[in-house]
């Protein structure tokens, strides 16, 4: 057996960084299912935001955020996140992050739903990327292990407490046990259950369906980001526009060159991102079209290939000009807001198990996250995590500030016909159209029923596309089921039937596995 103080699974900024901090109190373990650079982070572009700005304040970045989150967010959780944002961002350039300055300071931008310009960025448009490759770089050169090509499959419980995991190395098929102190589960959202998304396609969903197979909780599924803005050309995967295109002054025109967004919101294109998504579906859906564009011709040329060196090559490599011609662009699901839950500790309710990034539900993020508050969140809590971890302690059951809860189980449904297993394009197609931005009671149940017998049908999983597959069809369930039990609108979550939000639903919904 193989035993470390620490197993963290996944390699984006929340392994990564959790590994570096952690490595100073223990032997660690990184188990990565693809290479320690296949991940979401890097695909990052707009930055983190953190109340450092001279028209800033904690107390504004709170407010933002809380109401982004539309009546969800655990203040709390929110206070911390704004209030440690300043002392990680330090840790990150003494990582060796370079963010981008003007005039010797930290340059900041702007994105929707900010007061203030607020969001560090590196590289213009490459965030993610030059955290990713800063903080890989230093795992490479330390003394953690990482295992990559391994792909973890169920989480060793004993007596009530993660005392390890099993993992499929994806090259000889073998399995292989690992023992830990702490699991820390970093594996990113599940931005692959929809056909159209921004995510890698390591973005399976592995840790909340490890988690829930395990007996953890699991909160807020029915809350899915969905960017407003990523490239639409035929045959090109959707790569993000960021919103700090429209941040910097971008405007929204439909295809017969109206600008529509100032006749749905009075912050126009910087409404929040639900807005802005909903918005244009329907400005598609009333122009007959499939996109809506992006218009930065005013901007110079210099500001434009300076400030999104990323975005204005790929553009260019597919054939636009973005300096000189509109960007055709359509929503995509972007985010997973709900996740494994955990308390401001980033524990679970199983002991010595936690949880970091997307794959947690952490509670800042509420019913809507606030753009750039992603990597701010990993940040702030992977650091809670080790100092929760520094001396052997003994973790309590996550707490949460919600008035009322609503728990429940996974239960299979009562559907009679026998289905094919699917294919992972049939299974995005069915939430793109069925759980998508606009969702209903008839489009939410019949994706339902398709994935409990979807579920049924699945076979024993024997490779990486199958164990992913599985991992799909699960987190998708949690999806759909909780978006069917929330009977109202509210931030990310629209219901056509239910279109309001309401105060009897000002709570989250929980799911556990039945015993
Ligand atoms: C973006 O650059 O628009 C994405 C930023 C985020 O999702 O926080």
């Known amino acids: 057996m193989n035993q470390y103080d620490y197993i963290i699974v996944g390699s984006g900024i929340a392994g990564l960084y959790t590994a570096l901090l952690a490595k100073e109190q223990g032997s660690v373990l990184i188990i990565t299912k693809g290479s320690i650079d296949d991940c979401n982070t890097k695909y990052a572009q707009g930055g983190i935001a953190a109340a450092i700005g001279k028209n800033d304040s904690l107390e504004l970045h709170f407010k933002d955020t809380i109401a982004a989150g539309d009546g969800l967010c655990d203040e709390g959780a929110v206070h911390i996140l704004v209030d ?11 990582f060796g992050v370079p963010f981008d300055t003007l005039d010797g300071e930290i340059a900041l931008t702007r994105e929707a739903a900010h007061s203030v310009p607020r969001i560090l960025h590196a590289g213009g448009d490459a965030t993610g990327e030059h955290i990713e490759v800063t903080l890989s770089n ?3 050169s330390s003394k953690i292990q990482v295992l990559e090509d391994c792909l973890t499959t169920e989480i060793w419980v004993e007596k009530g407490k993660a005392r390890g995991v099993k993992a499929f190395d994806c090259h000889t098929g073998s399995m292989e046990e690992f023992e830990c102190r702490f699991l820390i589960l ?3 959202g599940a931005g692959q259950l929809f056909k159209f998304n921004t995510n890698s396609d390591v973005a399976t969903g592995d840790g909340i369906a490890l988690a829930f197979r395990a007996g953890v909780e699991i909160v807020d599924m029915e809350f899915f980001q969905f960017h407003p803005t ?3 050309l035929p045959g090109v995967t959707p790569f993000l526009i960021s919103e700090a295109v429209r941040g910097e002054g971008g405007i929204l025109r439909n295809i017969e060159g109206h600008r529509f967004m100032p006749d749905y919101a009075p912050e126009g294109e910087l409404a929040p991102r639900d807005v802005v998504a909903r918005s244009i579906l329907y400005e598609m859906e009333k122009t007959g079209s499939d996109r809506v564009f992006i218009d ?4 110079s040329p210099y500001v434009t290939t300076t400030r999104f060196p990323h975005i204005y090559r790929f553009c260019l490599d597919h054939g636009l000009d973005i300096t000189k011609g509109l960007v055709p662009v359509a929503p995509a699901a972007h985010y997973t807001m709900g996740g494994i839950k955990t308390n401001s500790w980033g524990e679970t309710n199983i002991a010595g198990l936690f949880a970091a990034g997307e794959t947690a539900c952490t509670g800042v ?9 992603s990597m701010l969140e990993v940040l702030v809590f992977s650091k809670r995590i080790m100092e929760r971890t520094r001396k052997e302690i003994k973790p309590k059951a996550p707490t949460t500030s919600e008035s009322v809860k609503a728990h429940h189980s996974l239960s299979q449904r009562q559907v009679t016909k026998v289905v094919p297993a699917p294919s ?17 009671k008839q489009s939410l149940t019949e994706a339902a029923d398709t994935l409990s017998a979807w579920q049924e049908s699945l076979p024993q999983p024997t490779d990486r596309p199958s164990y992913e597959l599985n991992n799909l069809v699960l987190t998708g369930r949690l999806v759909t089921e909780a978006a069917l039990l929330r009977k109202e609108s509210r931030g990310a979550h629209f219901r056509s039937d239910f279109p309001k939000s309401l105060p009897q639903w000002q709570r989250h919904i929980t799911f ?4």
């Open 424 to 440: 992972l394009s049939a299974l995005q197609q069915l939430h793109w159209d069925k759980v998508g931005i606009i969702r209903d």
């Open 230 to 232: 990523a490239l639409r």
């Open 365 to 373: 993020h509420g019913a809507n996250r606030l753009a750039s508050n």
């Open 138 to 140: 230093q795992v490479r």
């Open 512 to 515: 556990t596995r039945s015993k």
């Open 84 to 94: 440690e944002a300043p002392d990680r961002i330090t840790d990150l350039v003494n």
């Open 296 to 299: 930065i011709t005013h901007l």
């Open 186 to 188: 970093a594996t990113g």
